[in-house]
């Protein structure tokens, strides 16, 4: 399967609002509302920030949020704060096993 | 504390073998679907193989009959034997547990091994 399609670079200023975009197909993204959102920052394993498109696990800020529409599933972070600076992936079921997993490309968010 | 720690990462030659390993602990492991998922150097996230907890397991076209994962729930430990190593294998393999009642999302990661596929 092909992997998700991600900017590869956003930015914004602390305190402002970002927004990254993740496009698929539907028989991934459009298909299912498994979409999950993974920060990394440099030499980290990455980390679950969003699942099920648009929840978040305990102990994550309420500045990210997500959510999604068609084939495109978005990842926004308010209040930008500069711990925020980190690549973000997301990731889709793709239906074609029980564990069919593709992920985006990643996008570095970089906090001016 | 819930963690993953992954160990066996190495240089090996192309076509060669190494087995990782991927101990658990903090959590009951057995009743967890588990994972391989891979990085290369600068480069996005791979899935690399699943085991559910009933010992099923799914693999992308990319390493199917090559990788085997594996589980020993005893030992609260997770394998990943690969064979006819490339260097495209190149890459960070990080163990990483997937909760149903997240989507199967991957919650918890281990900080990953490196593994080097070169002459």
């Known amino acids: 399967q092909s992997a998700l399609t991600q900017p590869p670079s956003a930015s914004g200023s602390p305190g402002q609002s970002v927004t990254i975009s993740c496009t698929g197909t539907?028989?991934?993204?459009?298909?299912?509302?498994?979409v999950s959102w993974y920060q990394q920052h440099p030499g980290k394993a990455p980390k679950l920030m969003i699942y099920?498109?648009?929840k978040r696990p305990s102990g994550v800020p309420d500045r990210f949020s997500g959510s999604k529409s068609g084939n495109t599933a978005s990842l926004t972070v308010s209040g930008l704060q500069a711990e925020d600076e980190a690549d973000y992936y997301c990731?889709?079921?793709?239906?074609?096993?029980?564990?069919?997993?593709?992920f985006g490309g990643g996008t570095k968010l970089t906090v001016l | 504390e819930v963690q993953l720690v992954e160990s066996g990462g190495g240089l090996v030659q192309p076509g060669g073998s190494l087995r990782l390993s991927c101990a658990a602990s903090?959590?009951?492991?057995?009743?967890?679907?588990m994972h391989w998922v891979r990085q290369a150097t600068g480069k996005g996230l791979e899935w690399v193989s699943a085991?559910?907890?009933?010992?099923?397991?799914y693999y992308p076209g990319s390493v199917k009959g090559r990788f085997t994962i594996s589980r020993e729930n005893a030992k609260n430990s997770l394998y990943l034997q690969m064979n006819s190593l490339r260097a495209g294998d190149t890459a960070v393999y990080y163990c990483?547990?997937?909760?149903?009642?997240?989507?199967?999302?991957?919650?918890?990661w281990g900080q990953g091994t490196m593994v080097t596929v070169s002459s």
């Open positions: 990483a547990r997937s909760s149903a009642d997240r989507g199967n999302a991957f919650d918890i």
């Open positions: 903090g959590f009951t492991f057995s009743s967890y679907d």
């Open positions: 085991i559910g907890t009933a010992g099923d397991t």
């Open positions: 539907s028989s991934d993204v459009g298909g299912y509302n498994y």
């Open positions: 099920e498109v648009s």
């Open positions: 990731s889709s079921y793709a239906g074609s096993n029980n564990f069919d997993v593709v």
